[in-house]
């Protein structure tokens, strides 16, 4: 693998945290610079720099470009939706104008490849909710979805008018055991793994019917790193790919867990305003289009999901 020094913005993250550390295995310690606005709370000022980074400061981010003159940049800071309807002027601020700054001064210096997520908040009520297409109506009900869907166009309009190698995926919920969920509606589908090792037991946000499409941070991460290492001449999409793990509801996810923890409970709040958020988005996502162009297929399915998760955190109790 040749020599590239690589910036990760936002590295402290539920996704910057694992991707930070497999990057390092592939491109060296000394070359993935780990950005963010809080010390890591993980191995990053171990095994490799870290730079305190606010991405609403451009002089300061620019000053990161000039000093490490990165080749690849991946921009993974961001407000998620359940936070951003708290803040929302906060989110879009956040959302849109990091972008922009980290657009331009990627092509200012040349650099090679950006990576920026988006997220199945770009789809809405109006959207197909089952096997939902790369190309649909989107009508997102959030500051979150909107942000993301105006930055997927912003990503296509820099590549289309300035070349820019920007590639994105929307995520769809992520579970992992390494970093803490970041605010987001499908955080449930982490927290109910730490209260049912150490509570026995759950209070879940959302209702117990409520399918969303979800995917293991292992197969995220993975992800991210084949559409990076994909060949440009194979991407046929600018704004963003869909992909698609496991889709689930809480239930299905609580069966699965009392699998390996009999006496385990759950149950069910009323009326919190993160359901109206998960019931606008799709049960199920169609990602036909990343097949074919990359490859793409995940690994996990719920069973081995769940067991991966219980193996890891039972560990740290």
């Given at each position: 693998m040749p020599q590239e020094n690589i910036l990760v913005f936002g590295a402290n993250g539920q996704i910057g945290t694992e991707l930070v550390e497999q990057l390092r295995v592939i491109y060296g310690g000394n070359n993935v610079i780990a950005c963010d606005i809080k010390e890591p709370h993980f191995e990053h000022r171990e095994d490799g720099p870290f730079e305190f980074a606010n991405v609403l400061d451009r002089q300061h981010l620019e000053d990161l470009f000039i000093k490490y003159k990165p080749q690849q940049v991946y921009h993974l800071a961001a407000l998620l939706s359940?936070?951003?309807?708290?803040?929302?002027?906060?989110?879009w601020e956040l959302n849109i104008n990091s972008l922009l700054h980290i657009l331009d001064l990627a092509v200012q210096y040349k650099v090679e490849k950006l990576f920026w997520p988006s997220s199945i908040a770009v789809f809405g009520p109006h959207s197909p909710q089952y096997h939902t297409p790369q190309l649909c109506i989107m009508d997102p009900t959030t500051v979150y979805g909107i942000s993301k869907l105006a930055g997927e166009h912003w990503c296509?309009?820099?590549?289309?008018?300035?070349?820019?190698?920007?590639?994105?995926?929307?995520?769809?919920?992520l579970m992992g055991?390494?970093?803490?969920?970041?605010g987001g509606t499908t955080d449930y589908a982490v927290h109910i793994f730490h209260d049912a090792i150490s509570?026995?037991?759950y209070e879940c946000f959302l209702s117990a019917e409520t399918?969303?499409?979800?995917?293991y941070m292992q197969d995220a991460i993975r992800a991210t790193i084949m559409l990076m290492d994909a060949p440009m001449q194979n991407l046929s999409t600018r704004s963003?790919?869909?992909?698609?793990?496991?889709?689930?509801?809480?239930?299905?996810l609580a069966a699965e867990i009392k699998k390996h923890i009999p006496d385990f409970e759950i149950s069910y709040l009323n009326n919190d305003p993160r359901q109206a958020i998960a019931d606008s988005w799709p049960k199920?996502?169609?990602?036909?289009?990343?097949?074919?162009?990359?490859?793409?297929?995940?690994?996990?399915?719920?069973?081995?999901?769940?067991?991966?998760?219980l193996k890891h955190l039972k560990k740290e109790v």
């Open positions: 359940a936070i951003g309807e708290q803040k929302p002027k906060q989110a296509e309009y820099y590549f289309s008018k300035y070349g820019l190698d920007v590639r994105s995926i929307r995520y769809p919920g055991w390494k970093a803490d969920p970041g509570k026995g037991n399918e969303i499409p979800m995917m963003s790919y869909n992909i698609a793990g496991y889709s689930f509801t809480p239930a299905m199920s996502i169609d990602d036909s289009v990343a097949q074919k162009d990359w490859g793409w297929q995940a690994q996990f399915d719920l069973t081995a999901i769940t067991k991966d998760m």
